[in-house]
């Protein structure tokens, strides 16, 4: 039997924010960065965030819009999330706050 693919939305599965912000945390934390843009990516949509912002700020607007909706736990994951991902750019020796669109081409130099 097959099961029709649903995307998953906030609206659709309570947990999905937080899932995909553990999941972006524990990539953050392991220092993959692309990792952390694809869930970034994600959440982004589903929160109604702009992704063309840099990462780091979208990532605490998200927290904002998180914390306005009374969701104070999520909102400080994704502060926590915004911290690591910052001190994954500094590991990596990028100075630069990219957007989703840069990231490839800013960190993946100084990751190699």
Partial sequence: MAIAHQEMTV??????TRIRLAYAVRD?????LDGVIGHYRELS???RVSSDVPVEKGLRMM??????????DLAKQANHL????????VGAGTRSRPTPAKLAMDVAPAQA
């Avoid at 953050?28 to 993959?32: I, K, L, P, S």
């Avoid at 915004?82 to 750019?89: I, P, R, T």
């Fill in 82 to 89: 915004a911290d690591c991902f910052l001190g994954a750019l």
């Fill in 63 to 72: 927290a904002q819009t998180l914390g306005r909706s009374g969701r104070h």
């Fill in 11 to 16: 609206t659709h599965e309570p947990d999905w």
């Fill in 45 to 47: 949509e589903a929160l």
């Fill in 28 to 32: 953050a934390d392991a220092g993959r």
